[in-house]
């Protein structure tokens, strides 16, 4: 789903708002969470996840076509756990 068809689908539910008002809402939506991500906040959504800051150490990893050893330098990627109801509605589809 991109999020055209997420606003497309939230103003067919939400018809006293137009779909580039809901367009509007969900790129504040979006830029807040990336700015509570950028301050190293952890985002709660009950029922759906957290996202959160991982934070990777420096490693040497190996190339596998050469052989050669390789400096991977340290790093912060985002990590998403489901939500345990999510989850559960997942797995009993």
Do not use: C, Y
Not at 74 to 83: E, L, N, S, Y
């Amino acid at each position: 789903m991109t999020k055209s068809m997420l606003a497309e689908k939230i103003s067919q539910k939400l018809p006293e708002f137009t779909k580039k008002q809901v367009e509007t809402i969900l790129n504040t939506l979006f830029d807040s969470m990336k700015e509570a991500i950028w301050r190293g906040e952890k985002i709660e959504i009950r029922g759906f996840g957290i996202f959160r800051i991982k934070e990777r150490k420096a490693k040497i990893a190996r190339n596998p076509k050469t052989g050669e050893k390789v400096n991977i330098s340290a790093r912060k990627t985002i990590h998403f756990k489901i939500g345990k109801a999510f989850h559960k509605s997942l797995n009993n589809l």
